[in-house]
């Protein structure tokens, strides 16, 4: 019998995470989206094998749904189509929080297999005309499993993984992913924002370095999207944020005590800090790759 991967909101990574299915196991895969062009842009350029706009008709053939849509659309939609998921189906996300979307998905029935999980990788850039079919190479993969999760499904999600080309899957809590996320993603985001708002920023324009252009290469985001992750996430973001502000008060006491030796020292010890992680990055061959 012919199996199917509904994909659900085919924007940059929903398109990415279909152009990754192509080919897996036995499975056709299905998009779903309000957005005709969308549809349209899907069928023309071989990202799905069909479309459906009915989110009704297509979760009746999901043996596996990805849900790709915005973290509150998510949380509604599985609110919205809870008795139209097909029985034995597995279900998962692909969202940057993972507390909020396990306490949507308490929603769904137990004929229903939910896995939360998380691709780590994206781009500035939205819509599926930017989706990539090597996306999550070399990327981690991380899954929360919990009680509402079969083994078989965490097992498939593994297999979904290694067919994606990630580097590995690691598995955890809500609560320490999203620990981990507004520490590595979201508060690199509000650095970002908070750079270009600096009233020199115009000013200066012309003058950017690398390092620069670096720092503030995700400022240009999808502002509903980060909305909705940074207020979602706020517990955990605004803790990261508090130690970084108590990091940068350190580095601008050492500045203005004008001693040139502990701010050497400091820098060291930072220094040294990084260049131990691009160690371990190499060594162990992931990439947290950008969103």
């Known amino acids: 019998m012919e199996k199917h991967i509904v994909v659900v909101g085919l924007g940059l ?3 990415s995470i279909a152009r990754a299915l192509r080919g897996f196991e036995e499975y056709r895969v299905i998009g779903v989206d309000v957005s005709q062009p969308t549809l349209r842009y899907a069928v023309e350029n071989g990202i799905v094998d069909g479309v459906e706009e ?9 043996d596996v749904v990805f849900l790709c849509l915005h973290p509150r659309g998510i949380v509604e939609f599985m609110a919205l189509h809870r ?8 279900v998962t996300d692909v969202c940057g929080i993972k ?16 896995v939360g999980g998380h691709p780590m990788a994206g781009t500035e850039f939205s819509g599926i005309q930017h989706s990539l079919p090597h996306m999550f190479r070399g990327a981690h993969y991380i899954l929360t499993p919990n009680s509402q999760s079969r083994p078989e499904h965490v097992a498939l999600m593994e297999r ?22 507004a520490y590595t993603s979201q508060m690199m985001h509000i650095i970002a924002v908070s750079v270009c708002d600096d009233e020199n920023l115009f000013q200066y324009q012309g003058f950017e370095g690398d390092s620069f252009r670096s720092c503030t290469r995700v400022a240009a985001l999808d502002v509903p999207l980060w909305t909705q992750l940074f207020t979602m996430n706020a517990p955990a973001l605004c803790a990261a944020l508090e130690h970084l502000e108590d990091h940068l008060r350190q580095y601008r006491q050492v500045i203005l005590a004008g001693e040139p030796q502990a701010l050497a020292d400091k820098l060291a010890f930072s220094a040294a800090r990084k260049r131990k992680m691009n160690q371990l990055e190499l060594d162990s061959g992931a990439v947290g790759r950008g969103d």
């Open 99 to 114: 507390g909020a979307i396990l306490e949507g998905a308490k929603v769904l029935p137990d004929t229903v297999s939910f």
């Open 54 to 62: 009915d989110p009704v008709r297509a979760l009746a053939l999901g």
């Open 13 to 15: 990574i929903g398109g």
């Open 83 to 90: 008795d139209h998921f097909k029985a034995g189906a597995m």
């Open 160 to 181: 979904v993984a290694r067919h994606m080309g990630c580097a590995d899957v690691v598995k955890t809590t809500p609560e320490r992913h999203d620990a981990i996320i």
